[in-house]
């Protein structure tokens, strides 16, 4: 089992970058694919980014392919989500997830923090 914490979210301006970060605990921390969703008012949660446990592969969401990045320090059980020319619509609430398979990347996550909210004003 992990738990998982979010931090890092805040107010910026559009165009501006935030990372947010996700502390897990646990000694297999490596054997999890870590995953970044979003959930802004009134819409449903969607899936953002992933990655295996290893750090060598990852998948990104076309909304945010080529703005965000995000990676993983297995020695400090965390994953991050580097997010660069934030967009109003980037708004909502950043959710760390986790599960031990990596089939279907996008979804059947059985580990979920509590969230961390980013808005960004334009």
């Known amino acids: 089992q992990v738990q998982l914490v979010e931090s890092g979210g805040g107010l910026v301006q559009a165009g501006d970058s935030l990372r947010v970060s996700c502390a897990a605990s646990?000694?297999?921390?490596?054997?999890?694919?870590m995953a970044w969703f979003r959930q802004a008012p009134g819409a449903e949660r969607k899936f953002v980014a992933a990655i295996n446990g290893g750090g060598a592969l990852t998948y990104l969401s076309n909304s945010v392919k080529g703005r965000f990045t995000i990676s993983r320090d297995n020695a400090k059980n965390a994953v991050y989500l580097q997010m660069n020319s934030l967009k109003p619509e980037d708004t909502a609430v950043y959710y760390c997830?986790?599960?031990?398979?990596?089939?279907?990347?996008?979804?059947?996550?059985?580990?979920w923090g509590q969230g961390t909210q980013v808005t960004v004003s334009s």
């Open positions: 646990g000694r297999t921390f490596s054997s999890y694919t």
């Open positions: 997830a986790a599960k031990t398979t990596i089939a279907n990347i996008t979804n059947d996550y059985n580990y």
